[in-house]
């Protein structure tokens, strides 16, 4: 019978060994975070376990899903609720790499990051694209996203510590009649028909790539590309990418139907009632115990996504209401210039199937005023007072806050960004999503802020 299997590599005896839990879940996106969840006893030895390294591979039906570095726990009474993380992609994050690329072919560049970041493997497979790049002690992941985007190339990690960029994903079957659309949203007005890219050369004279034409125009800034020509292939990339009309597509189905899949994987869905019938690329897949989630043709974009994406801008003040307004029709960098400061700013916060998957963080400098009695949703929408519950209504959740000056954003982190800092932290419990018609479930919403 078909069923989940956990082992950890036992060094000792350079094996792998079978431990008891149950799956939480595999979270893999297309070109982005990839994590699995696994629950397990509050137990001494349990206990002993979690407190070091571990390298885990989950199966399903004897079939390897995910292989990865067991590095974050949760702890409660009775379970011990066990991260595990793409161990290619955090080694990458944690080194950096410097230099100059002028008509370099990408596999040789990313021989470069690979020995920078340690990986021990050779790279599975990479473009030989001649690029201009210039990484100043760049994180090596960035380095490899940047060069990824240039190729017009996928990467992804196999076997655990086989890097590889190119194609990611195959034609794989699919029974779209066991399968339940819950979403589907199709936006036209986000299309353009060109795309700059702006840029510096590494003389530091501007550059700019164009890629379409037309004059419905979407403007990005890159500050690794260090040519033209680079520029432009960065720019028929995003116009690819800014010309897909699903906003979104979501489907549900039993795990023995979607385990096979992956992020990258071409499949047919033909659902009448949501004008679907066509294939379709996998973007992002979540696999839980009995089902599957997928998200076809763009990948819906976390909030936790957002904060990473504006941490890593330059050193610009943005706007966090008009960052994130640009950010669903492109990211950063969605107009010419940074956005100047307003009085009053938003943080959308998507909920996923009724509720908040993750715990929001960020880092707030100078002075603001936070009020977090205004809780506002639209169509199934929430609406708070002072005291800490909600009703859920909707899949939107908006954060108002005033402040006097713009603020930088640091997600998961502990940089300090001025002289007067807060820190705010915000998280709802997961909740049952199958509830009737009318019915009102609340959640326990906790708000902590202090002065450090």
């Given at each position: 019978m078909a069923g989940w299997v956990f082992e950890y590599f036992d060094g000792d005896v350079e094996d792998w060994v079978e431990f008891s839990g149950r799956i939480g879940e595999i979270a893999e996106e297309l070109n982005g975070h990839e994590e699995a969840t696994i629950f397990i006893p509050n137990t001494s030895a349990n206990r002993a376990f979690v407190s070091s390294d571990q390298i885990v591979k989950i199966s399903y039906d004897s079939v390897q899903m995910f292989l990865g570095a067991l590095f974050g726990v949760e702890y409660s009474n009775k379970e011990l609720k066990c991260i595990v993380y793409n161990g290619v992609y955090e080694l990458l994050k944690r080194r950096v790499i410097s230099g100059i690329y002028e008509s370099e072919s990408a596999d040789n560049i990313m021989e470069e990051v690979r020995v920078a970041a340690g990986l021990y493997e050779e790279l599975g497979s990479c473009p030989i694209t001649a690029l201009d790049m210039n990484f100043d002690q760049t994180l090596c992941y960035d380095a490899m996203v940047e060069v990824a985007k240039?190729?017009?190339?996928?990467?992804?990690?196999?076997?655990g510590d086989t890097l590889y960029l190119g194609s990611r994903g195959s034609v794989q079957s699919f029974d779209s009649s066991k399968a339940k659309v819950s979403k589907r949203g199709v936006?036209?007005?986000k299309k353009r028909d060109k795309v700059h890219v702006r840029g510096f050369s590494a003389a530091g004279e501007e550059l700019l790539g164009v890629?379409?034409?037309?004059?419905?125009?979407a403007v990005f800034w890159n500050n690794f590309a260090t040519t033209q020509d680079t520029l432009d292939l960065l720019a028929a990339k995003l116009l690819a990418e800014v010309n897909i009309e699903d906003s979104q597509i979501r489907v549900s189905c039993p795990i023995t139907e979607g385990f096979h899949l992956h992020p990258g994987d071409t499949i047919t869905v033909s659902k009448s009632a949501m004008n679907l019938d066509d294939t379709y690329k996998v973007m992002r897949i979540i696999k839980s115990r009995?089902?599957?989630?997928?998200?076809?043709?763009?990948?819906v974009k976390r909030t936790e996504d957002i904060l990473e994406e504006l941490s890593k801008t330059r050193n610009e003040v943005f706007n966090f209401t008009t960052y994130v307004s640009q950010s669903g029709g492109g990211g950063p960098g969605g107009g010419e210039e940074p956005p100047?400061?307003?009085e009053f700013g938003f943080i959308t916060i998507n909920l996923e199937d009724g509720y908040l998957q993750s715990r929001e963080q960020m880092l707030i400098s100078d002075a603001l005023f936070f009020d977090p009695t205004e809780l506002i949703r639209s169509e199934d929408e929430v609406f708070c007072n002072s005291v800490?519950?909600?009703?859920l209504l909707e899949e939107r959740r908006q954060l108002e806050f005033s402040m006097v000056e713009s603020f930088y954003v640091n997600h998961g982190g502990t940089k300090q960004v001025g002289e007067a800092i807060v820190y705010t932290e915000t998280h709802a419990r997961a909740m049952d999503e199958n509830h009737a018609e009318g019915e009102s479930p609340d959640f326990e919403e906790e708000l902590t802020i202090t002065n450090e």
């Open positions: 240039a190729c017009n190339c996928d990467y992804w990690v196999e076997d936006d036209r007005g890629a379409g034409t037309g004059d419905n125009v009995t089902e599957c989630i997928l998200e076809l043709n763009r990948s100047g400061e307003e800490p519950q909600a009703t």
